[in-house]
């Protein structure tokens, strides 16, 4: 009796901005990096991700920064969160929705044009963090402009069958709270990845388990 090959691993692109590359945290606690390890020790074999993505990006850099990375190829999994970069900006909603939107595509695309293949997770709430609170920016304002932001990206990815985790909740339950955040005291700890992280690895389950 030969012994059995081993399962081969599913390939995983995360795309996004500073949440995504875990500004302030180690390798091992960007949310990608925590989803990939939660979904291996569910059952499921799948890679470390590649991340593109860097602190900062807007949905128009995202874009950029993927047009120089072609050839991409296609993956088995692609994840996606972007757009608080837009709202701290300034960005009007309808000009993120129509980058966002087109995003979407290059992300469906990516996943060889598996809709069922792609995670996105909403923005989280920035304006509960101590950087806000120096910035004497309003918490209500940047609430009610996140909120609008995620609307939008929930119904563009409801509209393509697209999974949409809303980790904005989380972020504001204790998202102020000194072990919750970096020591920038802006983005999240890797504790605060690891609760995106338990919010969203049912739902990648969910996607990859006829993989």
Do not use: K
Request: hydrophobic letters at 45%; a negative charge.
């Amino acid at each position: 009796m030969t012994d059995a090959l081993p399962q081969a691993q599913l390939s995983y692109l995360a795309l996004g901005d500073s949440y995504s590359i875990g500004e302030g945290v180690a390798e091992a606690g960007r949310w990608p990096m925590q989803l990939a390890r939660a979904l291996r020790e569910a059952g499921i074999a799948i890679a470390d991700p590649r991340i593109i993505a860097t602190t900062g990006w807007t949905t128009d850099e995202l874009s950029a920064a993927m047009d120089d990375a072609e050839p991409l190829g296609e993956w088995d999994f692609v994840s996606l969160l972007i757009g608080v970069n837009n709202q701290y900006r300034g960005r009007e909603v309808d000009d993120y929705l129509g980058e966002f939107a087109s995003l979407l595509q290059r992300a469906i695309a990516l996943a060889d044009a598996r809709a069922e293949r792609v995670l996105v997770l909403s923005i989280p709430d920035w304006g509960v963090t101590p950087f806000a609170r120096r910035e004497l920016r309003s918490p209500r304002r940047i609430a009610r402009e996140l909120d609008a932001y995620n609307a939008v990206a929930r119904d563009a990815c409801e509209a393509q069958g697209v999974a949409f985790v809303d980790i904005t909740g989380i972020s504001r339950d204790g998202g102020d709270a000194a072990a919750m955040l970096a020591e920038d005291g802006l983005h999240p700890s890797a504790a605060m990845y690891a609760r995106w992280t338990a919010e969203a690895l049912p739902v990648a389950r969910g996607l990859l388990a006829e993989a």
